[in-house]
């Protein structure tokens, strides 16, 4: 008699993220605090995480001129006053998932580039490093992460070639990979993000809490478990 050896695969969770979506970053924090929850469990489940790329504002310039406030202004057509009250807001929400966000300091500026390095990173076994250094750059440290030499730097902080990621981004390498994620993404049906696909078959919206992601996981593990009681003689 055997057990279905189905149950020792991880559960995937693909997520579909932008760089400059603040609820992006916060439902990063909320996912492995819910990872962190069901570590905990005697029967942990295990899972691979991958982040596919997303570009809110695909037009925006490099060097954008303003702070993120102005960008809001132009981009949702709202006044100065419910920006900034927004804001405020998310920074609150954000404050809650220990994450301090400073859109004061904030560079708004176009993504692709930081999706090719994030494509760069996966190659070399890197990427949740990268997509953690991106953001924290970009909402808590006021770093630019537009431009090819400020990426490269960040790619080098985590300990990857710098040269080999300028080459990388110079030369649009993995932009196909960009493009065939966004692909995807349209195909799934996606228009906002965070967006999270769990094994194939949940696909989550937003930034959910904690409870939500451990909640989910551990519905899906204790399936698989039951899976492979079905024993063959």
């Not at 991958?50 to 570009?55: G, I, P």
């Not at 009250?85 to 176009?110: C, E, S, W």
């Not at 990979?177 to 094994?199: E, K």
């Not at 919206?205 to 204790?222: H, I, K, M, T, Y």
Request: hydrophobic fraction near 40%.
């Amino acid at each position: 008699m055997r057990l279905n050896r189905t149950v020792s695969e991880p559960i995937s969770i693909d997520i579909w993220s932008d760089i400059a979506c603040p609820w992006c970053y916060i439902g990063k924090r909320n996912l492995e605090a819910g990872l962190a929850a069901t570590a905990e469990d005697d029967d942990a489940p295990e899972v691979n995480v991958t982040f596919h790329s997303f570009e809110l504002s695909p037009d925006t310039p490099v060097d954008f001129e303003g702070d993120e406030a102005d960008f809001l202004m132009g981009h949702k057509g709202m006044p100065r006053a419910q920006v900034e009250q927004m804001l405020d807001r998310v920074t609150g929400i954000a404050k809650q998932a220990g994450l301090d966000y400073r859109f004061d300091l904030l560079q708004h500026t176009n993504t692709v580039k930081a999706h090719e390095l994030l494509h760069h990173a996966k190659a070399r076994g890197r990427q949740h490093d990268m997509e953690e250094r991106l953001m924290s750059a970009y909402f808590t440290e006021g770093r630019h992460v537009g431009r090819i030499d400020d990426l490269a730097d960040l790619a080098e902080e985590i300990g990857l070639d710098r040269e080999e990621a300028l080459e990388a981004l110079r030369t649009d390498r993995h932009l196909a990979d960009v493009r065939a994620d966004q692909a995807q993404a349209r195909a799934y049906g996606i228009q906002g993000v965070p967006f999270f696909v769990i094994d194939g078959q949940y696909g989550v919206s937003g930034a959910q809490p904690p409870e939500a992601f451990a909640g989910v996981l551990r519905e899906l593990w204790a399936k698989r478990r039951e899976s492979a009681e079905v024993v063959e003689s």
